[in-house]
Protein backbone atom coordinates (compact mmCIF):
# COMPACT_ATOMS: atom_id res chain seq x y z
CA UNK A 1 0.00 0.00 0.00
CA UNK A 2 1.67 3.08 -0.93
CA UNK A 3 0.65 6.27 0.08
CA UNK A 4 1.26 10.36 0.27
CA UNK A 5 -0.64 12.61 2.33
CA UNK A 6 -3.46 10.45 2.94
CA UNK A 7 -4.32 10.97 6.12
CA UNK A 8 -7.80 11.68 5.82
CA UNK A 9 -8.82 8.25 4.51
CA UNK A 10 -6.16 6.17 5.79
CA UNK A 11 -7.97 5.05 8.96
CA UNK A 12 -10.60 3.87 7.24
CA UNK A 13 -7.91 1.83 5.08
CA UNK A 14 -6.33 0.29 7.88
CA UNK A 15 -9.38 -0.86 9.56
CA UNK A 16 -10.96 -2.47 6.87
CA UNK A 17 -7.62 -4.68 6.68
CA UNK A 18 -7.45 -5.38 10.19
CA UNK A 19 -10.90 -6.49 9.81
CA UNK A 20 -10.00 -9.14 7.72
CA UNK A 21 -11.37 -12.64 8.09
CA UNK A 22 -7.79 -13.98 6.85
CA UNK A 23 -5.30 -12.97 9.17
CA UNK A 24 -2.06 -14.36 7.62
CA UNK A 25 -1.19 -10.80 6.04
CA UNK A 26 1.51 -8.32 6.64
CA UNK A 27 0.93 -4.74 5.51
CA UNK A 28 4.28 -3.36 3.42
CA UNK A 29 3.49 0.41 3.69
CA UNK A 30 5.16 2.80 1.45
CA UNK A 31 5.61 6.50 2.43
CA UNK A 32 6.14 8.46 -0.94
CA UNK A 33 7.51 11.17 1.54
CA UNK A 34 4.31 12.64 3.05
CA UNK A 35 3.79 15.70 4.78
CA UNK A 36 0.49 14.89 7.17
CA UNK A 37 0.79 12.83 9.83
CA UNK A 38 0.11 9.36 7.83
CA UNK A 39 3.40 8.17 8.22
CA UNK A 40 3.00 8.62 12.24
CA UNK A 41 -0.40 7.07 11.79
CA UNK A 42 1.30 3.77 10.47
CA UNK A 43 4.30 3.76 12.92
CA UNK A 44 2.08 4.10 15.65
CA UNK A 45 -0.31 0.70 14.28
CA UNK A 46 3.39 -0.89 13.59
CA UNK A 47 4.12 -0.69 17.54
CA UNK A 48 0.60 -2.64 18.39
CA UNK A 49 0.82 -4.89 15.28
CA UNK A 50 4.01 -6.91 14.35
CA UNK A 51 2.00 -7.46 10.84
CA UNK A 52 2.79 -3.96 9.82
CA UNK A 53 5.74 -2.19 8.69
CA UNK A 54 6.51 1.36 7.47
CA UNK A 55 8.68 1.69 4.31
CA UNK A 56 10.16 4.94 2.73
CA UNK A 57 10.20 5.22 -1.09
CA UNK A 58 13.80 5.69 -1.41
CA UNK A 59 12.94 7.22 -5.10
CA UNK A 60 10.26 9.72 -5.63
CA UNK A 61 6.58 8.95 -7.05
CA UNK A 62 3.87 6.27 -7.29
CA UNK A 63 5.54 3.76 -9.53
CA UNK A 64 8.86 3.82 -7.19
CA UNK A 65 6.91 3.36 -4.06
CA UNK A 66 5.13 0.30 -6.06
CA UNK A 67 8.21 -1.39 -7.01
CA UNK A 68 10.03 -0.63 -3.70
CA UNK A 69 6.68 -2.28 -1.80
CA UNK A 70 7.16 -5.18 -4.15
CA UNK A 71 10.33 -6.50 -3.35
CA UNK A 72 9.70 -5.30 0.71
CA UNK A 73 7.05 -8.16 0.24
CA UNK A 74 8.14 -11.38 1.95
CA UNK A 75 5.10 -13.10 0.76
CA UNK A 76 4.15 -15.19 -2.26
CA UNK A 77 1.21 -13.28 -3.23
CA UNK A 78 0.56 -9.61 -2.94
CA UNK A 79 -2.59 -7.72 -2.46
CA UNK A 80 -2.54 -4.11 -3.85
CA UNK A 81 -4.13 -1.35 -1.70
CA UNK A 82 -4.52 2.04 -1.77
CA UNK A 83 -4.41 4.47 1.00
CA UNK A 84 -7.70 5.69 0.86
CA UNK A 85 -9.84 2.70 -0.03
CA UNK A 86 -11.72 -0.03 1.89
CA UNK A 87 -11.37 -3.89 1.79
CA UNK A 88 -14.85 -6.16 2.40
CA UNK A 89 -13.57 -8.92 5.50
CA UNK A 90 -14.06 -11.36 2.93
CA UNK A 91 -11.64 -10.26 0.21
CA UNK A 92 -7.63 -11.28 1.16
CA UNK A 93 -9.96 -14.89 1.84
CA UNK A 94 -11.44 -14.73 -1.11
CA UNK A 95 -8.27 -14.29 -3.52
CA UNK A 96 -6.76 -17.31 -1.46
CA UNK A 97 -9.78 -19.56 -2.73
CA UNK A 98 -9.06 -18.21 -6.18
CA UNK A 99 -5.82 -19.09 -6.30
CA UNK A 100 -6.27 -22.65 -4.65
CA UNK A 101 -9.14 -23.23 -7.09
CA UNK A 102 -7.19 -22.14 -10.62
CA UNK A 103 -4.08 -23.48 -10.78
CA UNK A 104 -1.80 -21.57 -13.13
CA UNK A 105 -3.70 -18.20 -11.92
CA UNK A 106 -1.55 -15.31 -11.94
CA UNK A 107 -3.99 -12.49 -11.49
CA UNK A 108 -6.96 -12.51 -9.01
CA UNK A 109 -9.37 -9.07 -8.99
CA UNK A 110 -12.41 -9.12 -7.68
CA UNK A 111 -15.37 -6.19 -8.80
CA UNK A 112 -15.76 -3.10 -7.22
CA UNK A 113 -18.05 -0.16 -5.70
CA UNK A 114 -17.35 3.31 -5.76
CA UNK A 115 -17.84 5.36 -3.32
CA UNK A 116 -19.22 8.38 -2.18
CA UNK A 117 -22.40 8.11 -4.33
CA UNK A 118 -22.39 12.13 -4.06
CA UNK A 119 -18.66 12.22 -5.91
CA UNK A 120 -19.73 9.92 -8.93
CA UNK A 121 -19.80 10.86 -12.29
CA UNK A 122 -21.68 9.31 -14.88
CA UNK A 123 -18.83 8.36 -17.07
CA UNK A 124 -17.05 6.39 -14.26
CA UNK A 125 -20.15 4.90 -12.69
CA UNK A 126 -20.67 3.46 -16.86
CA UNK A 127 -16.67 2.36 -16.56
CA UNK A 128 -17.16 0.51 -13.22
CA UNK A 129 -20.52 -1.44 -15.09
CA UNK A 130 -18.40 -2.42 -17.57
CA UNK A 131 -15.23 -3.12 -15.78
CA UNK A 132 -17.33 -5.39 -13.25
CA UNK A 133 -19.25 -7.38 -16.43
CA UNK A 134 -15.50 -8.44 -17.11
CA UNK A 135 -14.70 -11.63 -15.04
CA UNK A 136 -13.50 -14.63 -17.23
CA UNK A 137 -10.14 -15.07 -18.69
CA UNK A 138 -11.93 -15.30 -22.10
CA UNK A 139 -13.90 -12.06 -21.61
CA UNK A 140 -10.59 -9.98 -20.40
CA UNK A 141 -9.27 -11.28 -23.24
CA UNK A 142 -11.66 -9.72 -25.50
CA UNK A 143 -11.90 -6.58 -23.42
CA UNK A 144 -8.14 -6.17 -23.12
CA UNK A 145 -7.82 -2.88 -25.68
CA UNK A 146 -11.45 -1.46 -23.99
CA UNK A 147 -10.04 0.18 -21.13
CA UNK A 148 -8.40 -1.65 -18.16
CA UNK A 149 -10.02 -4.38 -17.11
CA UNK A 150 -8.81 -3.79 -13.11
CA UNK A 151 -9.07 -1.54 -10.72
CA UNK A 152 -5.72 -1.67 -9.19
CA UNK A 153 -6.49 -2.10 -5.58
CA UNK A 154 -8.91 -4.97 -6.31
CA UNK A 155 -5.75 -7.11 -7.40
CA UNK A 156 -3.88 -9.98 -5.94
CA UNK A 157 -1.13 -11.91 -8.13
CA UNK A 158 2.01 -13.86 -7.74
CA UNK A 159 4.66 -11.72 -6.79
CA UNK A 160 7.35 -13.63 -9.32
CA UNK A 161 5.44 -13.23 -12.10
CA UNK A 162 4.83 -9.51 -12.06
CA UNK A 163 9.14 -9.44 -10.91
CA UNK A 164 9.81 -11.88 -13.85
CA UNK A 165 8.52 -9.10 -16.01
CA UNK A 166 10.50 -6.30 -14.09
CA UNK A 167 7.66 -4.98 -11.92
CA UNK A 168 5.83 -2.04 -12.76
CA UNK A 169 7.25 0.61 -15.55
CA UNK A 170 7.74 3.89 -15.36
CA UNK A 171 6.47 6.02 -18.54
CA UNK A 172 4.02 8.06 -19.95
CA UNK A 173 1.15 5.53 -19.29
CA UNK A 174 -0.50 4.52 -16.54
CA UNK A 175 1.56 1.75 -14.91
CA UNK A 176 -1.29 -0.82 -13.97
CA UNK A 177 -3.04 -1.26 -17.19
CA UNK A 178 0.26 -1.28 -18.79
CA UNK A 179 1.50 -4.22 -16.73
CA UNK A 180 -1.91 -5.94 -17.62
CA UNK A 181 -1.45 -5.99 -21.09
CA UNK A 182 2.35 -7.20 -20.17
CA UNK A 183 0.84 -9.90 -18.13
CA UNK A 184 -1.63 -10.76 -21.19
CA UNK A 185 1.45 -10.98 -23.77
CA UNK A 186 3.51 -13.03 -21.71
CA UNK A 187 0.57 -15.54 -21.45
CA UNK A 188 -0.42 -15.14 -18.14
CA UNK A 189 -3.85 -16.18 -16.46
CA UNK A 190 -6.28 -13.54 -15.52
CA UNK A 191 -9.69 -13.50 -13.60
CA UNK A 192 -11.75 -11.68 -11.98
CA UNK A 193 -14.21 -12.99 -8.80
CA UNK A 194 -17.93 -12.21 -9.14
CA UNK A 195 -18.48 -10.55 -5.61
CA UNK A 196 -17.85 -6.92 -4.87
CA UNK A 197 -14.76 -6.76 -2.48
CA UNK A 198 -13.37 -3.72 -2.69
CA UNK A 199 -15.06 -0.07 -2.02
CA UNK A 200 -12.82 2.35 -4.34
CA UNK A 201 -13.00 5.99 -3.76
CA UNK A 202 -14.24 8.61 -6.01
CA UNK A 203 -12.52 11.70 -5.81
CA UNK A 204 -11.76 15.18 -7.72
CA UNK A 205 -7.81 14.64 -6.94
CA UNK A 206 -8.06 10.97 -8.58
CA UNK A 207 -4.74 10.33 -10.45
CA UNK A 208 -6.49 9.22 -13.02
CA UNK A 209 -8.02 12.71 -13.46
CA UNK A 210 -5.11 14.74 -12.68
CA UNK A 211 -1.90 12.97 -13.91
CA UNK A 212 -1.33 13.20 -18.00
CA UNK A 213 0.04 9.48 -17.55
CA UNK A 214 -4.31 8.98 -17.34
CA UNK A 215 -4.87 11.00 -20.01
CA UNK A 216 -7.18 9.62 -23.32
CA UNK A 217 -3.77 10.04 -25.06
CA UNK A 218 -1.79 8.09 -23.15
CA UNK A 219 -4.45 5.17 -23.38
CA UNK A 220 -4.81 5.11 -26.86
CA UNK A 221 -0.99 5.06 -27.18
CA UNK A 222 -0.08 2.44 -25.05
CA UNK A 223 -3.48 0.56 -26.38
CA UNK A 224 -1.61 0.76 -30.30
CA UNK A 225 1.61 -0.03 -28.87
CA UNK A 226 0.37 -3.75 -27.54
CA UNK A 227 -2.52 -4.42 -30.75
CA UNK A 228 0.57 -3.96 -32.62
CA UNK A 229 1.79 -6.93 -31.34
CA UNK A 230 -1.14 -9.01 -31.06
CA UNK A 231 -0.99 -12.58 -32.47
CA UNK A 232 -4.83 -12.09 -33.36
CA UNK A 233 -4.25 -9.25 -35.46
CA UNK A 234 -0.50 -10.06 -36.44
CA UNK A 235 -2.06 -13.73 -38.31
CA UNK A 236 -4.28 -11.56 -40.91
CA UNK A 237 -1.27 -9.22 -41.83
CA UNK A 238 -3.04 -6.48 -43.79
CA UNK A 239 -6.20 -8.28 -44.16
CA UNK A 240 -8.58 -6.24 -41.44
CA UNK A 241 -11.25 -3.33 -41.53
CA UNK A 242 -11.58 -0.64 -39.10
CA UNK A 243 -15.00 -0.31 -37.98
CA UNK A 244 -15.60 4.17 -37.18
CA UNK A 245 -15.02 6.25 -40.08
CA UNK A 246 -15.27 9.19 -37.83
CA UNK A 247 -12.51 12.14 -37.49
CA UNK A 248 -12.12 11.36 -33.44
CA UNK A 249 -11.74 7.63 -34.09
CA UNK A 250 -9.37 8.23 -36.97
CA UNK A 251 -7.03 10.41 -34.77
CA UNK A 252 -7.12 7.49 -32.12
CA UNK A 253 -6.50 5.06 -35.01
CA UNK A 254 -3.16 6.88 -35.95
CA UNK A 255 -1.24 5.54 -33.35
CA UNK A 256 -1.62 1.91 -34.59
CA UNK A 257 -1.18 3.12 -38.17
CA UNK A 258 2.48 4.42 -37.47
CA UNK A 259 2.80 1.04 -36.70
CA UNK A 260 2.31 0.01 -40.38
CA UNK A 261 -0.80 -1.36 -40.42
CA UNK A 262 -3.02 -0.68 -43.55
CA UNK A 263 -6.57 -1.72 -43.57
CA UNK A 264 -8.09 -2.75 -46.06
CA UNK A 265 -11.76 -0.57 -45.66
CA UNK A 266 -13.33 1.79 -43.14
CA UNK A 267 -16.97 0.89 -41.94
CA UNK A 268 -19.26 2.92 -41.04
CA UNK A 269 -23.44 3.15 -41.09
CA UNK A 270 -23.58 6.60 -41.88
CA UNK A 271 -24.15 7.15 -45.84
CA UNK A 272 -22.85 10.31 -46.18
CA UNK A 273 -19.07 8.57 -45.39
CA UNK A 274 -19.51 5.43 -47.20
CA UNK A 275 -18.35 5.82 -50.65
CA UNK A 276 -15.66 7.75 -49.49
CA UNK A 277 -12.36 7.86 -49.23
CA UNK A 278 -9.32 8.07 -46.58
CA UNK A 279 -6.36 8.57 -48.44
CA UNK A 280 -6.79 5.34 -50.62
CA UNK A 281 -8.52 3.40 -48.44
CA UNK A 282 -12.07 2.79 -48.88
CA UNK A 283 -14.81 4.37 -46.18
CA UNK A 284 -17.76 1.06 -47.01
CA UNK A 285 -20.93 -0.16 -45.34
CA UNK A 286 -20.99 -3.58 -42.77
CA UNK A 287 -22.18 -5.62 -45.75
CA UNK A 288 -18.76 -5.16 -47.67
CA UNK A 289 -17.30 -7.32 -44.85
CA UNK A 290 -19.49 -10.34 -45.76
CA UNK A 291 -19.06 -9.71 -49.25
CA UNK A 292 -14.72 -9.65 -48.64
CA UNK A 293 -14.58 -13.24 -46.52
CA UNK A 294 -14.98 -11.09 -43.30
CA UNK A 295 -11.90 -9.92 -42.70
CA UNK A 296 -10.93 -9.12 -39.43
CA UNK A 297 -12.30 -6.13 -37.54
CA UNK A 298 -11.08 -3.86 -35.11
CA UNK A 299 -13.84 -1.92 -33.42
CA UNK A 300 -12.83 1.87 -32.75
CA UNK A 301 -16.34 3.10 -32.12
CA UNK A 302 -15.75 3.99 -28.31
CA UNK A 303 -19.46 5.01 -27.27
CA UNK A 304 -20.14 2.15 -24.83
CA UNK A 305 -23.81 1.31 -26.49
CA UNK A 306 -22.76 1.53 -29.76
CA UNK A 307 -19.96 -0.54 -29.55
CA UNK A 308 -21.63 -3.41 -27.75
CA UNK A 309 -24.85 -3.01 -31.18
CA UNK A 310 -21.94 -3.32 -33.36
CA UNK A 311 -20.04 -6.31 -32.07
CA UNK A 312 -23.85 -8.36 -32.11
CA UNK A 313 -24.23 -7.55 -35.77
CA UNK A 314 -20.49 -8.49 -36.26
CA UNK A 315 -22.04 -12.01 -34.67
CA UNK A 316 -24.70 -12.26 -36.48
CA UNK A 317 -22.20 -12.10 -39.98
CA UNK A 318 -20.41 -15.41 -38.12
CA UNK A 319 -17.40 -12.97 -36.34
CA UNK A 320 -16.56 -14.24 -33.01
CA UNK A 321 -15.23 -11.54 -30.20
CA UNK A 322 -12.33 -11.94 -29.25
CA UNK A 323 -11.02 -13.84 -32.43
CA UNK A 324 -12.25 -12.81 -35.56
CA UNK A 325 -12.97 -9.12 -34.26
CA UNK A 326 -11.76 -6.71 -31.02
CA UNK A 327 -13.11 -3.88 -29.68
CA UNK A 328 -10.86 -1.09 -28.84
CA UNK A 329 -11.30 2.00 -26.42
Known amino acids: MPFRDAGTTLGEALQSILDQEETRWELVAVD ?4 DDSARMIR ?3 TRDS ?5 TNPGVGLVSALNHGLYRCRAPLVARMDADDRMHPRRLSAHLDHFRAVPGLTLSATRVRLFPDTAIQAGYREYVRWQNGCL ?3 QIAMELYVESPFAHPSVAFCREAVLDLGGYRNGRFPEDYELW ?3 FHAGHRMEKLPQVLLEWRESPGRLS ?5 C ?3 AFDRLRARYLARDPRLLAHGDNFAIWGAG ?4 RRCDHLLKHGFHPRAWVDIDPRKIGNRIGATPVVGPEWLKENGNPFVLVYVANHGAREEIMEALQEMGYRPGQDCLAVG
Open 44 to 46: ALA
Open 51 to 55: RVRLC
Open 32 to 35: DHSR
Open 247 to 250: RKTR
Open 215 to 217: SRN
Open 136 to 138: SRQ
Open 181 to 183: LRL
Open 209 to 213: RTDPR
